[in-house]
C-alpha cells in the first residue's frame, strides 16, 4: 500500500491568494483527519470525517477554511483567503475504526505552507 | 490550559542512556493513550499505545500510564542516534470516534 498521499508537499503563496491541499487515504479507511502542526500550538485536529461526513469541524480556524470529502479515496482542504498565520505543515491521516484500542492513525508526509 | 501537556525540550543524551519522556493531561476521560514519533520533515507514526493504567514494554520502549496522577511515561533503553525525533503523547476517551489529543512534541537527540 501507499500509504496517506498528500500533494503538494510545498506549497508558497500570498496572502489573499486561494490554497487547495489535496489527500487520498489509504484504502479502506473509514475516518479522514485533518492536522495542522506549527512550533507553537503543536498538532492540532482540524476536523474529521467518518464515511466522508464530517464528524468534528470545530477545529477549524474560522470560516476561511473548508474542507470537503467528495468520496472514500479523495478529500480537500481550502483556505480562501489565505493569510500569513495559516504557514504550517498541515497533515492528512486516516484509519480503520475496528473499536480496538489500537486503531492507529496513519498520517501523511504533510503539505508544507508558506503564506508571504 | 491545555489538556495535554508536554515539555518540548529539546532533550539531548549520549548514545546509551535511559530516557524518560512524560506528558501531563487534564481530562479524567481519556482510557487510549498513545506514543507517535515523528522524525524530521515526516509525519508521526504510532509507536505505541497502552488502555488506562499500567505499563506494556516493547523491545527498548515502555510505556506507562498512571491514571489516578493523570501523567504518562515513554522510556526508551539504550538509546541510540536513530531514536532522534520528536515524540508526541496522544490520547482519547472511549466513543470518541478515534478522535486524538494530541501533546505538543517533545525533540529528542542522541548523540554519539
Known amino acids: 500500500d501507499a500509504g496517506v498521499i498528500q500533494s503538494p508537499r510545498h506549497e508558497v503563496t500570498e496572502m489573499g491568494q486561494e490554497v487547495t491541499l489535496r489527500c487520498k487515504p489509504i484504502?479502506?479507511?473509514?475516518?479522514l483527519f485533518w492536522y495542522r502542526q506549527t512550533m507553537m500550538r503543536g498538532l492540532e485536529l482540524l476536523i474529521y470525517?467518518?464515511?466522508?461526513?464530517?464528524?468534528?469541524d470545530s477545529g477549524m480556524p474560522e470560516d476561511r477554511f473548508s474542507a470537503k470529502m467528495p468520496n472514500a479515496s479523495f478529500s480537500t482542504l481550502k483556505i480562501q483567503p489565505s493569510e500569513p498565520r495559516d504557514s504550517a505543515v498541515y497533515f492528512c491521516?486516516?484509519?480503520?475504526?475496528?473499536?480496538?484500542?489500537?486503531?492507529?492513525?496513519?498520517f501523511g508526509p504533510g503539505t508544507r505552507l508558506t503564506v508571504l | 490550559q491545555k489538556e495535554v501537556e508536554q515539555d518540548p525540550g529539546p532533550l539531548s543524551v549520549p548514545e546509551g542512556a535511559i530516557v524518560s519522556l512524560n506528558c501531563t493531561y487534564s481530562?479524567?476521560?481519556?482510557?487510549?493513550f498513545m506514543w507517535y514519533r515523528q522524525y524530521s520533515r515526516k509525519g508521526p507514526e504510532l509507536l505505541m499505545y497502552?488502555?488506562?493504567?499500567g505499563n506494556k514494554e516493547d523491545g527498548r520502549f515502555t510505556a506507562q500510564v498512571d491514571k489516578s496522577s493523570k501523567y504518562i511515561s515513554l522510556f526508551i533503553r539504550d538509546s541510540q542516534p536513530s531514536d532522534s525525533a520528536t515524540y508526541l503523547c496522544?490520547?482519547?476517551?472511549?466513543?470518541?470516534?478515534?478522535?486524538?489529543?494530541f501533546g505538543t512534541g517533545t525533540q529528542l537527540k542522541v548523540e554519539l
Open positions: 491521516a486516516s484509519s480503520l475504526a475496528r473499536r480496538l484500542a489500537s486503531d492507529t492513525q496513519y
Open positions: 484504502s479502506g479507511h473509514d475516518y
Open positions: 481530562n479524567s476521560a481519556f482510557q487510549y
Open positions: 470525517f467518518n464515511n466522508n461526513v464530517p464528524i468534528d
Open positions: 497502552t488502555y488506562s493504567s
Open positions: 496522544a490520547m482519547r476517551i472511549t466513543g470518541g470516534g478515534n478522535k486524538l489529543t
